[in-house]
Nanobody, 123 residues
Framework: QVQLVESGGGLVQAGGSLRLSCAASGRTISDYAMGWFRQPPGKERDLVATISWNGGNTNYADSVKGRFTISRDNAKNTVYLQMNSLKPEDTAVYYC????????????????WGKGTLVTVSS
């Protein structure tokens, strides 16, 4: 059974940094694209960043470009999201997801989802 477990969330002041981790079990993730999504309070879940199976291709939402970095360590079966220069509008539950193949092609292409970790950015 595939499981994705996010960690690293918490409370941080605006301008600060956090690094989220997503540890996968039940499947080696080296052949699969991965993604981070977030859901702010009262809003829909949206894409944050994706990374291809070998890390060669990354994509970011415009709202986080230049501030967030997605990376992966396939040897550790783990994906990361480094978040810098955090803003109050970054407050959300952050989810990681495992794709059906090596490249991202829409949120419906994500097969497995973690339960999320809460990031709260104070002003």
């Amino acid at each position: 059974q595939v499981q994705l477990v996010e960690s690293g969330g918490g409370l941080v002041q605006a301008g600060g940094s956090l690094r989220l981790s997503c540890a996968a079990s039940g499947r080696t993730i080296s052949d699969y694209a991965m993604g981070w999504f977030r859901q702010p309070p009262g809003k829909e879940r949206d894409l944050v960043a994706t990374i291809s199976w070998n890390g060669g291709n990354t994509n970011y939402a415009d709202s986080v470009k230049g501030r967030f970095t997605i990376s992966r360590d396939n040897a550790k079966n783990t994906v990361y999201l480094q978040m810098n220069s955090l803003k109050p509008e970054d407050t959300a539950v952050y989810y990681c997801a495992l794709a059906r193949s090596g490249y991202y092609s829409g949120s419906r292409f994500m097969e497995y989802w973690g339960k999320g970790t809460l990031v709260t950015v104070s002003s």
